[in-house]
């Protein structure tokens, strides 16, 4: 198979995989928000969140560490090397896990109230949430892509979705403890898929590994994990927050307005996943004029979902929450606008983080988003006390603002392209233009 059909293939792929994992994602939410009502769904969305962010921090370097070195060992034909970094990344993930589960169960049980079962269930929630996210990264480094990337994204929600669905119609109800049960229960479902990809480099690997080795893995993954780890805290803060000082209900409802706008995000996911590596090979080879192209027609991709959804729910956002999910989820339409806009924005702004890390201005993207997430920190702590959801989705538009403004400035300045979506417009008219005169090299300008 030449490397084009290849690529193809590992596209269509990964697309398929992301629209069905949305999907399944959204009926996850739809179900857990009908069983769980605004209230119980508000304190499942804030302990979910806390599990979350104490994975990323857990896993976030580990995983982007071990997809490119065991990629890059295996390419060097030297699995014994990838076996060992399996070995060592795993053992770390399961120590860096169980810390950040104490600290999850801490916030559940102290800053929620909530019952001992589900601090318990949160914990082991984070523990298993880092351990998919390693494993799926280890997966991708084998070549094995879009297995990989359906791990977490597509069967873990499709074996929740299941799970839901037979304890609803079992019990007729659920509660946040046997919701985060099930979505451990998910995870542990979704695990083995990946152990074939796994189990074939990790059984040739030598026991010993040499303390240099181990630094020098460290110091790469700590490093790598910095932005990972800054984005998914400025994404998780405002719901931790909101379930922290303000009520379970307000939380439920920016839950809710979450889950919907994943559908706003769809474009700028799929691009971030496929476009690092054509990238990286125009930059590397100076083909700026294709790299400019390129970074135009990917805006437009990343800007269509929020452009089409924001006009709907803008115009009868309130009858469509309440027929998905309820007419106590109807609050959600004010929050979700919101949201939906900051979504927008980081389309609007194009391919800015991408051109960073391929020019190598990796300390220009932790800047940025430091920046940012000090930003959702104070507006977070300010707005949600008084205005609730309406203050969490507040600090999600701000902190995208400050964000992706500074980081398509910072890609201008640093590469000469501008991946934002009016230059990309403008790019673009310039494109035809050229092409049309190529057809037409002597047409006079009053025939044209």
Known sequence: MSLRSELLR???????????????GFLVGIQLARGLGVAGYGLYGSAMAAANLGATVASGGLQLHATREVAASLARKEPETAARLIG????????????????????????????????????????????????????????????GQAMDVAI????????????????????????????????????????????????????????????????????????TIIRATEAALPLIILGAISTMEEAGIFRVATAVAVFSMFGVNIISAIAPQSAVRLYATGEMEKLRSLVAMYCFIMVIPSALLIPVLWIDGEAILTLLFGKEFSPATGPLLIVLFSSLIVGLGGMGTTLLHVSNNE????????????????????LIRRYGAYGAATSVLIGSFIRVGSQTIAARNLTGIDPSFFASILNIARHLRAKRLLIHPGKPREQE
């Open 363 to 382: 300390k220009t993207v932790t800047t940025t988003s430091f920046v940012a997430l000090i930003a959702v920190v104070l507006v977070s702590l300010v």
């Open 156 to 227: 873990r929600p499709a074996a929740q979705s299941g799970l839901l669905l037979i304890a609803i119609l079992g019990s007729g109800t659920i509660d946040p403890g046997l919701a985060l049960a099930l979505s451990c229960l998910a995870i542990i479902f979704a695990l083995p898929f990946g152990w074939p990809a796994i189990s074939r480099v990790w059984t040739k690997s030598p026991i010993r590994i040499a303390s240099e080795e181990q630094r020098a893995w460290r110091r790469a993954s700590a490093t790598m994990g910095l932005t």
């Open 10 to 24: 590992t596209l269509a792929g990964s697309t398929g995989v992301y629209l069905f994992g949305t999907a399944m």
């Open 88 to 147: 060592w990344s795993l053992r770390n993930v399961l120590v860096l896990g169980a810390a950040a589960s104490i600290s999850v169960g801490g916030y559940v049980l102290s800053g929620q109230g909530a019952e001992t079962g589900l601090g318990l269930w949160a914990m082991f929630l984070t523990l298993l949430m880092s351990l998919i996210a390693l494993a799926g990264a280890i997966v991708r480094g084998t070549e094995a892509v879009v297995i």
